[in-house]
């Protein structure tokens, strides 16, 4: 099932209800509901082009859209190795992160979907947010 034509938008709009959870959101006033939704479309933007980049420009480097820390944190966590010299393609490091959220990957599964991938890509965050506060506290000790 592709990504063309009018279909993005359910994709788009179910990253923000489900995914984000704008519609839970009680943030009081109209100017912070603005700031979030500012956030949240930007999220939900990220996740739509993941899906769709990772399915029809697989052979990318993943650095077109994933920065060092993020990709080679995903590596580190999956694989319990270095990271690669050269950044892997685009469509493995989406299966991977989606992996990280749930996503089986077996024969007949498919691409992924923007729900493996948001909740892949929130525990990536924390991957990465580890990797840096670990580099910092070595870096440190020296």
């Known amino acids: 099932m592709g990504i063309a034509g ?6 788009f709009f179910r990253i923000l ?3 984000c959870r704008v519609e839970a959101l009680q943030l009081g006033t109209l100017e912070r509901l603005e700031r979030a939704l500012v956030i949240y479309l930007i999220i939900a933007w990220r996740i739509l082009h993941l899906v769709t980049w990772g399915r029809h420009c697989p052979n990318l480097p993943c650095e077109v859209v994933f920065d060092p820390e993020e990709w080679q944190a995903a590596w580190i966590v999956a694989h319990r190795t270095k990271p690669p010299e050269t950044p892997p393609p685009l469509s493995q490091m989406v299966r991977l992160i989606a992996g990280f959220g749930g996503f089986l990957d077996r024969k007949g599964d498919g691409h992924p979907g923007p729900k493996t991938l948001w909740e892949g890509l929130q525990r990536v965050q924390m991957f990465a947010l580890g990797v840096t506060a670990a580099k910092a506290a070595y870096a440190s000790d020296g």
Do not use: P
Not at 6 to 11: D, Y
């Open 17 to 19: 209800k489900s995914g």
């Open 6 to 11: 009018a279909g993005w938008r359910k994709f």
